[in-house]
Each structure stands twice: as C-alpha cells, then as structure tokens.
C-alpha cells in the first residue's frame, strides 16, 4: 500500500526514493500570491497539479533526489490590448534536482541545467507551485484574438469638425503691411 503524502508536507526524500507519484487539485484560493494577481473572481478556479520523484546516478557515481513537477490552471487578469478581462491559461513543467545544503547549491547552480532546491525534511510543494505558476505568467496577457474590435483613434470624426476655425494670427500682419 503506498503511502498517502501530503502536499504541503512532502517527505522529499522517501518520495523520491519510492518513484512515488502525487497529483492533486486545490482551490486557487490557497495561493495567496496568485489571488492578490488575479483580477476577478477566483472563487470556483482550481488549480491542478503532479509531481513525480526519482532517483538518478550522477557522473560521481552518488544518487541524486530529483522531482518533476507540473501544473495548470487559467487566472482571470486584464488584456493589455483591449483591456477586457479574460482567464489566461497558465501553465509549466520543471525538473527539480536535490542538494543537500545551500552553499551546494549556489556553486553548481551556473553549470547546472536543471533547477536546484535544496533538500528538506518537510518539503511544502504547494509553495513550490505557486513560485513557479507565477513565474509563469504572462509579463503582457493578451488574448490570442480580442472579442471587440480595437478601438485605434483617440477622437472621433466629428471631433475636428466641432471645433471652430481660429484666424491665422500672419494674416492680421500681413493686412497691416499692405496697409501701409
């Protein structure tokens, strides 16, 4: 019988160790972050999520705690373009590499491909989702289309219309040259 993990609470270690896989949904309510990004409502949005953990050999020959870790939800923010809100997908996938302190870390960090995370007893995944669906957001969200046509003019046609002649100031002057 596997055991059942708790996300916020993840033994990275015995998970890793077991090939163990976790998926899950949970309110997008719980990311505090994300709600205080969002721009409607988030109270029916969830946020789906898996992680799967392994072992791998390295080139030293010493076992290396590895996670892979997705997710997928859709947060309502404002298209830039048309300023209309819209729930844009936001989604990722990551490869998560275990070391053991935080000095370890930082100097393989420049040649390593794959993130770090330094290796914990009591792992809070969640945590690790929202970092990473933040990430993920769009700096610009935009639709892919927007609903409304554009508006592209900042006055309308009858603007220039309304707006009475003014007497050219060189005329008056030229009028008094020839007057003289």
């Not at 404002?78 to 998560?96: G, N, S």
């Not at 420049?110 to 989702?129: M, P, T, Y």
Request: aromatic fraction near 8%.
């Amino acid at each position: 019988m596997k055991p059942a993990y708790d996300p916020s609470h993840l033994p990275i270690e015995t998970f890793a160790h077991a090939g163990d896989r976790l998926s899950g949904t949970r309110p997008m309510r719980e990311f505090e972050r994300l709600v205080d990004l969002a721009q409607g409502a988030v109270d029916q949005l969830e946020v789906d999520f898996a992680v799967q953990g392994f072992v791998r050999t390295d080139a030293a020959g010493s076992d290396a705690i590895w996670l892979t870790v997705s997710a997928q939800t859709a947060v309502p923010l404002t298209c830039q373009r048309c300023l209309e809100p819209f729930a844009t997908p936001v989604a990722f996938e990551r490869h998560f590499r275990f070391v053991a302190t935080e000095a370890q870390a930082q100097a393989e960090d420049e040649s390593a491909e794959e993130d770090l995370l330094v290796l914990s007893r009591d792992f809070n995944l969640l945590e690790l989702v929202e970092d990473e669906l933040l990430l993920a957001l769009p700096l610009v969200p935009m639709h892919p289309r927007c609903p409304q046509g554009l508006k592209l003019q900042v006055a309308d046609a009858d603007f220039d219309a309304a707006t009475p002649e003014k007497a050219n100031p060189f005329a008056a002057l030229a009028q008094l040259k020839n007057k003289t």
